[in-house]
C-alpha cells in the first residue's frame, strides 16, 4: 500500500476568506496553472471563489512542457472554461504584452461602468491566484521587469497579499498560493508534489520520486532511461538509478534518499525531459 499524502494548510482557509474579500476590490483574475498539470494545478473550487469575475487562464512554465502538446491544452481549456487561454515561462519575455494586454482588456468593461458612474478612468486592477509555486510572483515579477514580489522555490513563500504596480495601465494584486483542503485524489495530490506545489512535509522524497517513475506515461520512459544510462532491460526504479550514478553508501548499498532527491531536482527542472502529466 502506497504512502499518503497529507498537508495540513491551517492558513489556506484564510487565504480563501481573504481572497473573497479582496474580489471586491479587482477587475479581473489571471489564474496560473503549472503547464505540465493544466488539469491538476487548477483549483476545483475556483469558479466558486471568483464568481462572474474575467478570468485569464496562464498556463506558465511551459518552457518544461513539449511545445505542440501544450497548443493543444491552450484549445482544450479554452474550450472547456470559456476563458481566454495563454502561456507564459519566467524565463522568456516575448509573451510580457500579450499578458498585459489581455489583462487590460478583461478589466475594460468593469472600468467603463465605474466611469459611467462619473469615476475617472484608473489602471486595470488584477488578481493573480492559484497553487502554490506555480510561478505567480515570478510572473508578476516579470512584468515588473523587477524583484517587488517575495518569490522562492519552496511552496508557499508568498503569505499575504501585495498590490504592484506594472504601469500605468496596469495593476497587479499578488495572492497566497491556495491548494485544496481535503487530500481524496490522491493521484492529483502526487501530481502537484511532483512539480513542487505541496510543502516538502507533507511527503517523503523516496514515496513521490518513486511514484513519478511509476506514473509517467510510456512515451517519456526513454527519455529517462537515456538520461540516467539505464537499458531497457534493466527496471526504471530509484534503486537502478543510484546504482547506475554510483550513488552508493556504507555497505554498498543504494543511497535512496539522495537519489530521490536528484530525480524530483532533475524532473522539476527539466533535466530529464519535457512533460505533461495530464492526460486529455
Known sequence: MSEHIHWYPGHIAKAERKLK???????????????????????????????????????????????????????????????????SDAKNSKDLNFIIKKAVELAEPRIQALMAKGLLRRPAR???????????????????????????????????????????????????GIIPMKQEDQERAKKLAFVNSVSENAYSNEMI?????????????????????????????VENIAVSRNWIISGGKPDIERTSVYILRDFREGKIGKFILDQT
Open 21 to 87: 474579500e479582496q474580489l471586491s476590490l479587482v477587475d479581473a483574475v489571471i489564474e496560473v496553472l503549472d503547464a505540465r498539470l493544466p488539469l491538476s494545478s487548477s483549483y476545483e473550487n475556483i469558479t466558486r471563489l471568483l464568481g462572474e469575475k474575467p478570468r485569464l487562464i496562464l498556463l506558465n512554465k511551459s518552457d518544461l512542457t513539449e511545445a505542440g502538446e501544450i497548443k493543444k491544452w491552450v484549445s482544450i481549456l479554452g474550450e472547456k472554461y470559456g476563458q481566454s487561454v495563454l502561456t
Open 209 to 237: 520520486a518513486k511514484e513519478l517513475l511509476e506514473m509517467l506515461p510510456e512515451k517519456y520512459l526513454k527519455k529517462i532511461r537515456e538520461y540516467y544510462n539505464l537499458d531497457d532491460n534493466i527496471d526504471l526504479t
Open 126 to 176: 488584477i488578481m493573480v491566484v492559484g497553487m502554490p509555486n506555480v510561478g505567480k510572483s515570478s510572473i508578476i515579477n516579470k512584468l515588473t521587469k523587477s524583484s517587488k514580489t517575495k518569490i522562492g522555490a519552496k511552496a508557499g513563500v508568498t503569505r499575504q497579499q501585495q498590490w504592484v504596480r506594472i504601469n500605468s495601465q496596469l495593476e497587479l494584486l499578488d495572492t497566497p
